[in-house]
């Protein structure tokens, strides 16, 4: 069995910052991409950035030059640096990582999520 635990979510002020965390636990022989998503109320569930397991990221162009996503492959564990917050960043935070826990399989695990609020 594979878990996967998100936490760092809170409640900031707009210009504030937050650092999510995602662990990856359990059966793992290997971890190709990770990633972040969000879900603001009342909308769908949005990629927020990407990375694989050599470092290469990718981010949604409305986080470019806030938020920074990194990884620790040696603990199984994801980051989001979240810098200058705006009201429009609040939302469900979810970890995403692409896990294989048997030979030659690769599965898709999601998180509980965490809340992120910004207020203006």
């Known amino acids: 069995q594979v878990q996967v635990a998100e936490s760092g979510g809170g409640s900031v002020q707009a210009g504030g910052s937050l650092r999510l965390s995602c662990a990856i636990t359990?059966?793992?022989?290997?971890?190709?991409?990770m990633a972040w998503y969000r879900q603001a109320p009342g909308k769908q569930r949005e990629l927020v950035a990407r990375?694989?397991?050599?470092?290469?990221?990718n981010d949604a162009d409305s986080v470019k030059g806030r938020f920074t996503i990194s990884r620790d492959n040696a603990k199984n564990t994801m980051y989001l640096q979240m810098n200058s917050l705006k009201p429009e960043d609040t939302g469900v935070y979810y970890c995403?990582?692409?896990?294989?826990?048997?030979?030659?399989?690769?599965?898709?695990?999601w998180g509980q999520g965490t809340q992120v609020t910004v207020s203006s």
């Open positions: 990375i694989t397991r050599a470092g290469n990221t």
């Open positions: 995403n990582a692409a896990v294989m826990s048997t030979v030659w399989v690769i599965r898709d695990y």
């Open positions: 359990g059966r793992i022989l290997g971890i190709n991409d």
